[in-house]
């Protein structure tokens, strides 16, 4: 059974750090595009950052310079590192995983495969 498995949300105070990760089972991450994506209270869901095969990286305008994602295909797994967290930033974060091609970087709501999301909250 393909599956993506997040961790690492939790409650954080404004200006804080987290750092997820993404866990795949049934499948090697190697072969696929990964990416980050969040739903914030009252919005739609909405890019955070992908990463390529060959770790070449896409970061939305919101999160440049304070979020970093990376993944180690040793061990299966993608990590998504916030820092500098803002209250708005609350919500269910989620990782996906698609087959996009050797070297190509997508990063779209069509996403192959999705994780259930883990929560992150940024409050004081």
């Known amino acids: 059974q393909l599956q993506l498995v997040e961790s690492g949300g939790g409650l954080v105070q404004p200006g804080g750090s987290l750092r997820l990760s993404c866990a795949a089972s049934?499948?090697?991450?190697?072969?696929?595009?990964i990416g980050w994506f969040r739903q914030v209270p009252g919005k739609e869901r909405e890019g955070v950052s992908c990463?390529?095969?060959?770790?070449?990286?896409k970061y939305f305008e919101s999160v440049k310079g304070r979020f970093t994602m990376s993944r180690d295909n040793a061990k299966n797994t993608a990590y998504l590192q916030m820092n500098s967290l803002e209250p708005e930033e609350t919500g269910i974060y989620y990782c996906?995983?698609?087959?996009?091609?050797?070297?190509?970087?997508?990063?779209?709501?069509?996403?192959?495969?999705w994780g259930e999301g883990t929560q992150v909250t940024v409050s004081s």
């Open positions: 996906a995983a698609d087959r996009a091609g050797w070297g190509t970087l997508v990063c779209y709501a069509g996403m192959d495969y």
């Open positions: 990463i390529s095969t060959t770790g070449s990286t």
């Open positions: 049934g499948f090697t991450l190697d072969d696929y595009t």
